[in-house]
């Protein structure tokens, strides 16, 4: 857990992603006592001040607390802030359990499908535009990085054309999770394009208007990716 040598604020960095990643990642378990600020600053190369500051982020975050006479404790996970950006990072840095998988595809269908009907009313043309561009950019990608690149764009945009900001900044939280699942889905697949026909179901749904025709593209869409994600995983 060795941080680089660098300014205050970049140690501050590197020391909540190294002690938040080991605590996410099950390295420190529920309940496990953190080693004292003096063995931590020591093995991190980072003065108390620093380890300090990083130790309140992750507080803040509900991943520990601090009690009298035992000191810093891992916090049980069902305190733990689930939608924080770093969080859901965290959990996707090694690959995502069973279970996160399968709590992410029933996120997906409670937001996705109401939020294209919400799509098909509301857009402008210059959404539909900007979905029409991603749907482009997934049909011409030639590698698994573009293809999930132009994959979150195409959600992004959706929930863009909502109008609704609440919605909208809903992308913002689950970015990181949704971009690793788009990586994996596409890579069990045989054919990483191979929902490429839900996208453009959903997209026409959306140009034509039709509310109900989108909610069902974008169920069956998901749908489709949890038969896919539940096929054994291959490596790159």
């Known amino acids: 857990m060795a941080s680089k040598k660098g300014s205050s604020r970049n140690l501050h960095t590197q020391v909540v992603e190294s002690l938040g990643e080991s605590i996410v990642c099950g390295v420190f378990q529920p309940g496990d006592a953190l080693p004292g600020e003096a063995q931590l600053a020591s093995e991190m190369a980072v003065s108390r001040t620093v380890l300090r500051e990083a130790l309140k982020v992750l507080a803040a975050k509900g991943l520990i607390e601090t009690r009298q006479k035992t000191g810093m404790r891992v916090r049980d996970s069902r305190y733990w802030n689930h ?13 995502p359990t069973d279970d996160f998988v399968e709590k992410l595809v029933e ?21 539909l535009e ?19 690149a132009a994959d979150l764009r195409f959600h992004e945009t959706v929930l863009l054309a909502t109008n609704n900001e609440l919605l909208s900044a ?45 909610a069902a593209a974008m169920y069956t869409m998901i749908e489709d990716s949890r038969a896919n994600m539940r096929k054994p995983r291959r490596r790159k």
């Open 83 to 95: 939608l924080d950006a770093d969080v859901l990072g965290w959990r996707c840095a090694s690959l």
């Open 107 to 127: 996120m997906r269908e409670i937001v996705e499908p109401a939020a294209v009907m919400t799509a098909a009313r509301r857009r402008d043309p210059a959404q």
């Open 130 to 148: 900007a979905i029409r561009e991603a749907l482009a950019a997934m049909e011409a990608a030639e590698t698994l990085d573009d293809w999930a």
């Open 170 to 214: 809903l992308f913002s939280v689950i970015e990181a999770a949704l971009g690793t699942f788009f990586v994996m889905s596409a890579r069990t697949a045989k054919n990483f394009k191979y929902a490429l026909p839900h996208h453009r179901a959903v997209y026409e749904a959306i140009r034509r208007r039709r509310p109900n025709e989108a």
